[in-house]
């Protein structure tokens, strides 16, 4: 419901009206007019936000795997964490790198395709300084890298692409593959510049060097899986395989628990006095026939039926008939 005018305003409004200070048919072309939503169609928005977010996780759960391998890997302090998750044009990303730098071009089987795995230099420099024995600084002077450096960088980069695989399994199986390195980006045109990318970016720091690494993601790339992007679908993926674990997980348990089995002979009741009066020798007559089954309880819950007898130089039972249940 709108304000209420009072009447000094509703007299302001007629005296402006009426000296033509406002005009009706502006008024009413104003209350008229759609709203218009911008778009770009030579960037045309390809990622919706519930596919940022889900690679966010993805990316997430990808640098704690990243972070494990290289603290063992490289024996010292490592921490990678996401820093953002975006979508932009592949030419904005391509036009953001500085040369040299370590370009991997990484097939993305079973999706048609590649990705890039880019590594800057500090990063890549503070890698192989603590490989070869040092204490992972950072270099005083930027340089291009020798082809020693890269063979060490390429050994790393595939156990690290080996890695990719897990955080994926619930989208797809994918098996990342290392085509090859560059280290200008003149020579990692994959796509065309204006193709639009995901592009998630990672904070990386090994002792004291810090830096970044990037992963850029095509559209065409996913786009197959595109609908498999959602966090309703991937949620939902991750609860159906959770509960198939714990299922299993708990049959496991189920079978190796110890549980008690006891096999009644007979049952009878006397009385107090004649209990007081029990002798050694003395018979108690049991309900039971003597051809008749022996109740065998797992628990405190009838299961079975049984006849007694040997086995052995052991007293045993041997199962007859398996009690079934109404409510099974």
């Not at 502006?26 to 007019?33: A, F, I, R």
């Not at 040369?99 to 500090?122: H, K, R, W």
Request: charged share 25%.
């Amino acid at each position: 419901m709108g304000d209420i005018l009072s009447q000094n305003e509703i007299d302001e409004l007629l005296k402006a009206l009426n000296t033509g200070e406002i005009d009706v048919q502006q008024m009413q072309t104003t209350t008229q007019e759609k709203k218009i939503r911008s778009h770009d169609f030579r960037r045309p928005s390809k990622f919706a936000k519930d596919h940022i977010k889900t690679l966010q996780i993805i990316n997430d759960t990808y640098a704690r795997l990243i972070t494990n391998f290289l603290s063992g890997y490289l024996r010292t302090l490592v921490q990678v964490e996401v820093a953002n998750v975006e979508a932009v044009s592949y030419y904005e990303f391509n036009n953001s790198i500085s040369n040299p730098v370590v370009l991997a071009v990484v097939d993305f089987t079973p999706l048609s395709g590649s990705i890039i795995f880019e590594i800057s230099p500090a990063i890549s420099f503070a890698l192989v300084d603590r490989i070869l024995g040092g204490k992972g600084t950072m270099i005083d002077k930027v340089r291009g890298f020798t082809e020693i450096e890269l063979a060490i960088i390429e050994r790393i980069i595939i156990q690290i692409l080996n890695l990719m695989k897990e955080p994926w399994e619930n989208v797809i199986a994918i098996r990342p593959r290392l085509e090859k390195i560059e280290t200008n980006a003149q020579f990692a045109q994959i796509i065309s510049p204006n193709e639009m990318v995901a592009l998630v970016t990672f904070n990386a720091r090994i002792g004291e060097v810090e830096g970044m690494i990037n992963i850029c993601i095509p559209h065409m790339v996913v786009e197959p899986i595109i609908s498999k992007l959602s966090t309703r679908f991937w949620f939902s993926t991750v609860e159906k395989e959770i509960i198939g674990e714990s299922k299993e997980l708990i049959e496991v348990k189920i079978k190796n628990t110890v549980i008690p089995i006891k096999a009644v002979l007979g049952r009878t009741t006397i009385s107090v006095n004649d209990f007081i009066e029990l002798q050694p020798g003395d018979v108690l007559p049991l309900d039971s026939a003597v051809n008749g089954n022996l109740e065998v309880l797992v628990g405190d819950l009838l299961k079975f039926y049984a006849k007694p007898g040997v086995r052995k130089n052991k007293t045993a039972v041997k199962i007859t008939d398996v009690v079934k249940r109404e409510d099974e």
